[in-house]
């Protein structure tokens, strides 16, 4: 499974909680050295909490189930 593959996945089950508040994130790219690139999107996009959501919410989850994600960052 790609490094690709497996941010997808992880990104599914952060999914769902963001949507069940009206809120989306979007994968945007992978790079080589393991930066994640999302576009947080509904809700999300512009609440005061969003960058709590990227730090605690999904640059956590994607660290904890994948060591190789180095940084994860929110795109326009």
Known sequence: MTLKEQV???IEKIRLHLQSHGGDVEL???TED???QV???GACKG???AQQTMSMG???ALKEEIPEVQAVLAVD
């Open 58 to 60: 999904i640059e956590r």
């Open 39 to 41: 576009r947080l999107q």
């Open 8 to 10: 997808e996945e992880v």
């Open 47 to 49: 609440c005061p909490m």
């Open 34 to 36: 393991g930066t994640v």
């Open 28 to 30: 945007v790219e992978v």
